[in-house]
């Protein structure tokens, strides 16, 4: 990191949001990071500072507020810094089977959760081999053998790129909470109302106004034994 990117201590505000940014509660660094986001140059360098820091941990939902603010801005100092530290964003692409994942990060970045929701369903279909990608959707027994490193990597794009709104370990903590309820699950989420299933795809909501766990759809229309195998895979353990 060179001293050009640390911000000087010589702006109250900037300086009375770094210590929140850095040690504050997770609702009080998402505010710090609003708040730096408006604050010009400055606020975008006490990001990026953050960013570099925090490049050898694993990624939080924090660290994604934090990148996308600098992703869209249209400071060209963030726009290489990504490029020099994060070119492929902050979520490491692992993958035992050689997939790429770089399409799914563009569209969470982008938070086309619709279109990202699709993909996610086709790169499970790809782990699972030729014959599950022609079939275009998943049998229970697919989930059992997929690849723990690659069902982590979608897991931390959906989280790290939602707010920690989406994601499978989100939808697997709710079924936990609720007892392992399923009919509880698919209301908590927003799948189900009263007896009536949300119809794909214009009853589902395909932004951060969603119910928490409402993506990705795991298959949903499949039935419970698809998802129950994915909340029981030991990728999770």
Not at 48 to 66: H, I, S
Not at 109 to 117: K, P, Y
Not at 156 to 167: A, C, D, T
Not at 183 to 190: D, R, S, V
């Amino acid at each position: 990191m060179t001293d050009s990117m640390i911000v000087s201590g010589n702006n109250n505000d900037l300086d009375s949001l770094r210590q929140p940014l850095i040690a504050g509660s997770v609702q009080v660094q998402q505010q710090a990071i609003l708040q730096l986001a408006n604050l010009g140059d400055g606020g975008l360098d006490i990001l990026m500072e953050f960013l570099y820091e925090r490049r050898n941990q694993t990624p939080t939902l924090v660290d994604g507020k934090a990148y996308l603010f600098l992703y869209n801005s249209d400071s060209i100092k963030a726009k290489e810094f990504l490029q020099t530290h994060f070119s492929l964003g902050i979520v490491p692409l692992k993958s035992e089977c050689g997939i790429d994942y770089a399409p799914l990060l563009h569209l969470l970045i982008s938070q086309d959760f619709q279109a990202a929701d699709r993909l996610t369903l086709e790169k499970m279909c790809e782990m699972a081999g030729s014959t599950t990608v022609q079939r275009k959707w998943l049998y229970f027994t697919d989930i059992e053998n997929l690849p723990i490193s690659d069902l982590q990597t979608i897991n931390s794009l959906w989280i790290v790129h939602s707010e920690g709104k989406f994601g499978f370990t989100v939808q697997r903590e709710i079924w936990l909470a609720l007892g392992k309820n399923w009919e509880n699950l698919w209301a908590k989420i927003g799948w189900k109302k009263g007896n009536t299933w949300t119809r794909y795809p214009n009853e589902f909501t395909w932004d951060l106004s969603a119910p928490k766990g409402h993506l990705p759809l795991s298959n949903q229309l499949r039935g419970v034994r698809v998802i129950a195998s994915l909340l029981a895979h030991p990728a999770w353990k």
